[in-house]
């Protein structure tokens, strides 16, 4: 990404081209990044860091787009920042970091709000577009979370199922609020169902709220700050869509979804999404008015079916909080790119001081274990 350019001169006048932006240039997913990796940190940690340089690394969220999905999305400003790029330059950044594979996932908000037969012809030209493109070019580098046409939650099953078997696909990623719905809805069903029978996870993605969402809860009454997009930054990498995506876990749990898909798995990013800071809370208030409507207590879910990345988010005591509540086991690495910087991530955390077994399982085991694929 360019940092001698202004990130929102191209942006288009009003809501939805800020958002496509913002949402888009990394002020959505860990605007502090590059801050957070202090040199100090970095200093107090060398010993770590040197014996950790031989970490391998899969990163579980890496966003790509194309120009179709960038116009559709009025994104067409991000083609500069390597979005779309799927060839040496991405290569050579992972080389730079240290990280072997890249799961590709198609920007928020992929196709999920195009419905009928063009959002699931538009899914499945971007399957294909990873299948003969990037992975086929460099093998054993890329893979890939399958983008769905949500409108249609069986077309969805379908093509999930298809990428699956056939493209080798490890899972789906979706973003956000869907419509006006969230996975916890009857009308998705057949995809929980098609995907806890494919025995692949789902990856939570934030997304954009809904208008009417923004305007109870972000729009700003001053209309003389909006040059600086004050309620936008709000809704979305503030704080509005990291909450968005705790709430629909929790609206999961709640209304009986891993009840009646006991081996359903989500990946949840960004260190969780503020549900460690929550976590006690949680538990405090809703394991007592759950114990007759769940079949397990309500803290249990956590361990059973959701997995955490550290996508963008290179804060050693984060990671350390969400540890505190998850098990090491289902903590997995990410960066976020190309919305934080690839090799920040990894020398994060190879200056991280915890014990090796820890590390790799984080680094790339616990990766290798979900999806059943090899570094």
């Known amino acids: 990404m360019k940092s001698d350019a202004n990130p929102l001169k191209h942006l288009t006048t009003g809501r939805r081209g800020f958002l496509a932006g913002t949402a888009a240039l ?7 990044t590059h801050a957070i990796a202090s040199r100090a940190a970095a200093n107090e940690t060398t010993d770590f860091s040197q014996r950790d340089q031989d970490l391998p690394f899969i990163g579980t969220e890496e966003t790509f787009s194309t120009h179709e999905l960038m116009v559709l999305n009025d994104r067409l400003f991000l083609e500069d920042t390597g979005l779309a790029e799927l060839g040496p330059r991405r290569i050579g950044a992972m080389d730079e970091a240290g990280l072997n594979v890249q799961i590709l996932s198609a920007h928020t908000p992929g196709v999920q709000n195009v419905k009928g037969q063009k959002g699931i012809d538009f899914a499945y030209r ?12 460099y093998p054993g580098r890329f893979k890939a979370f399958a983008t769905l046409p949500l409108q249609n939650p069986e077309a969805s099953a379908d093509e999930l199922e298809r990428t699956v078997r056939e493209d080798g696909f490890l899972g ?3 973003n956000g609020i869907i419509g006006k719905k969230f996975l916890d809805n009857p009308d998705f069903e057949p995809l929980l169902a098609r995907t806890e029978a494919l025995d692949v996870p789902i990856y ?4 954009l709220p809904p208008d009417e969402v923004f305007e109870i ?13 004050q309620d936008q ?3 979305i990498s503030a704080y509005g869509w990291h909450q968005e995506v705790v709430t629909q876990c929790l609206r999961m749990i709640t209304s009986g979804v891993f009840d009646r898909h006991p081996r359903l798995q989500i990946i949840i990013g960004h260190m969780g999404e503020g549900l460690p800071f929550f976590y006690e809370r949680v538990l405090e208030k809703m394991s007592e008015v759950t114990k007759k409507s769940l079949d397990k207590p309500f803290e249990q879910y956590f361990h059973d079916n959701f997995w955490f990345t550290t996508s963008a988010f290179p804060q050693t005591e984060l990671l350390d909080l969400l540890l505190k509540y998850i098990s090491v086991d289902r903590v997995m690495f990410a960066t976020d790119y190309p919305f934080a910087n690839m090799k920040t991530q990894t020398d994060w955390f190879r200056g991280v001081a915890l014990p090796r077994e820890a590390k790799e399982k984080i680094a790339f085991r616990n990766a290798e274990k979900l999806f059943g694929i090899k570094v």
Do not use: W
Request: net charge neutral; glycine share 12%; charged share 15%.
């Open 26 to 32: 990394g002020i959505g997913a860990g605007l502090s």
């Open 126 to 137: 971007l399957n294909k577009l990873l299948v003969d493109g990037p992975m086929a070019t």
């Open 172 to 174: 789906c990623l979706t």
């Open 204 to 207: 939570i993605h934030p997304g």
């Open 217 to 229: 809860y972000y729009s700003n009454m001053r209309p003389e700050y909006q040059k600086e997009f």
């Open 233 to 235: 930054v709000l809704s």
